[in-house]
């Protein structure tokens, strides 16, 4: 009976023992994971967003300070139309509800120069290919349209007062380096793309080039002629129905203009004389004189446009947009 009696207190300590094992086992394997899973979910949130490509965002004080490559986070935000009315019957909610309310109001601050409307521009283009617009089109004619350039073009989107205003721009940014620079970000698809590739993976029905103010110290002008072509080339060969536009250099102030053998309004005259022969060469663009807008009785930005005699202020930033409105063009 002895014999019995231990070989069952036996029994009973081993089964014990290992049930006790079994519950250290499962406790450690519990602290495992709860540990694995807090690793993950603090990694995952300092790198959240990198793979996908975060958007970078700046401040207006930024402007002009340090390089920025990215494109505004505004990019591709349709432009919201609120009615001015609410519908009395159940059936007009119902016929209004899919119906967008035209939004025409923009606010232009009063400078020194004349009302927009009035400004007479030079531009050129194919009578036989494009009409002009009756403007000013619709606020809603931003959704689809891209802005191209350097930092003059930064300034447009940021200070442009739009909220569906798109631009592919960095600071510094020339025309012989639009194929080889990875300084854009598009907002939804990644950082690190060309001009050219932001060309490719977007899709928009007009494009509005502005390049030149870096390349005024080029010995050669026709060289930024050459590639100006070539990226125009591009556009066409990507988006064939885009209509294309190729804005005159703005002008710089007098006394910006006095101060440089090479960034002086002299020079800026004469980029854009090769420009519009470059358009009238090609009859498939459009000449757009947005300088014409900016640009006092002597041909200068004013002083009170900028603060560095180069970058257009708030103020006449609008005045760039509202002309744009006013000077729109389809293909016939």
């Not at 802005?147 to 012989?176: P, Q």
């Not at 854009?272 to 470059?278: I, P, V």
Request: glycine residues 6%.
């Amino acid at each position: 009976m002895a014999n019995r009696y231990t070989r069952e207190n036996y029994k009973k300590k081993r089964h014990k023992r290992k049930m006790q094992l079994l519950l250290i086992y499962l406790l450690c394997f519990v602290f495992v994971v709860s540990l694995c899973t807090l690793l993950y979910l603090k990694v995952s949130d300092k790198y959240k967003g990198k793979k996908a490509g975060k958007l970078k965002y700046t401040v207006a004080a930024e402007l002009g300070q340090n390089p920025i490559g990215y494109i505004d986070y505004n990019l591709m935000i349709t432009h919201a139309v609120v009615p001015d009315y609410t519908p009395t019957t159940e059936d007009e909610q119902d016929q209004t509800q899919s119906v967008p309310v035209p939004d025409t109001s923009y606010t232009v601050p009063e400078t020194s120069l004349g009302p927009v409307e009035e400004v007479q521009a030079a531009n050129w283009y194919d009578e036989n290919k494009y009409q002009k617009v009756d403007g000013p089109v619709d606020l809603s004619y931003f959704d689809n349209v891209c802005f191209i350039g350097d930092s003059r073009t930064e300034g447009l989107v940021i200070y442009s007062g739009l909220a569906n205003i798109n631009g592919f721009y960095y600071k510094g940014l020339s025309v012989d380096k639009l194929e080889t620079d990875n300084v854009i970000s598009i907002p939804g698809v990644g950082n690190g793309y060309t001009c050219y590739d932001a060309v490719r993976v977007t899709d928009f029905d007009a494009y509005y080039l502005m390049f030149g103010v870096n390349e005024l110290g080029w010995v050669y002008v026709d060289v930024f002629v050459d590639n100006m072509s070539k990226f125009i080339d591009f556009i066409k060969s990507e988006k064939p129905d885009a209509v294309i536009y190729v804005q005159s250099i703005l002008p710089v102030s007098l006394s910006s203009s006095q101060k440089s053998d090479v960034y002086n309004q002299e020079r800026v005259n004469m980029f854009n004389d090769e420009l519009l022969k470059m358009c009238q060469q090609r009859g498939d663009v459009i000449y757009l004189d947005s300088a014409a807008s900016v640009m006092d009785e002597n041909g200068y930005l004013p002083e009170d446009a900028s603060t560095d005699g180069v970058h257009c202020s708030a103020d006449y930033i609008r005045r760039l947009v509202q002309f744009y409105r006013y000077n729109t063009f389809i293909k016939k």
